[in-house]
């Protein structure tokens, strides 16, 4: 069993910032990328940001400069710090895991595992 909890959303005014985690536990063999996704009213599920094991990332345009993604690989933990916020940033986010875990003594394949998501609003 593999879990992903997120914490840090809430509402915040128009510039102001915001740092979302996520912890992955359980039966986890080894995790390759992290990232965060998220969903506004009416809109598609889009990246925000991701890192792979080895550090290297990735931005959605609209948060480049912005928003800055890092990991703990120690505590299987991901980061989303996020400055400067507008009101489009209003979303559910979601944190996501790329991993392998362990199932009765065997590691599975490559697998995506999601978060429950967190509610990040921003006001004018």
């Known amino acids: 069993q593999v879990q992903l909890v997120e914490s840090g959303g809430g509402l915040v005014q128009a510039g102001g910032s915001l740092r979302l985690s996520c912890a992955a536990s359980?039966?986890?063999?080894?995790?390759?990328?992290m990232g965060w996704y998220r969903q506004a009213p009416g809109k598609q599920r889009e990246l925000v940001a991701s890192?792979?094991?080895?550090?290297?990332?990735n931005y959605a345009d609209s948060v480049k400069g912005r928003f800055t993604i890092s990991r703990d690989n120690a505590k299987n933990t991901v980061f989303l710090q996020m400055n400067s916020l507008k009101p489009e940033d209003t979303a559910v986010y979601y944190c996501?895991?790329?991993?392998?875990?362990?199932?009765?003594?065997?590691?599975?394949?490559?697998?995506?595992?999601w978060g429950q998501g967190t509610q990040v609003t921003v006001s004018p």
């Open positions: 996501n895991a790329n991993l392998q875990a362990l199932v009765g003594g065997v590691v599975t394949g490559l697998y995506d595992y």
């Open positions: 359980g039966s986890i063999f080894s995790i390759n990328a």
């Open positions: 890192i792979t094991s080895g550090g290297s990332t």
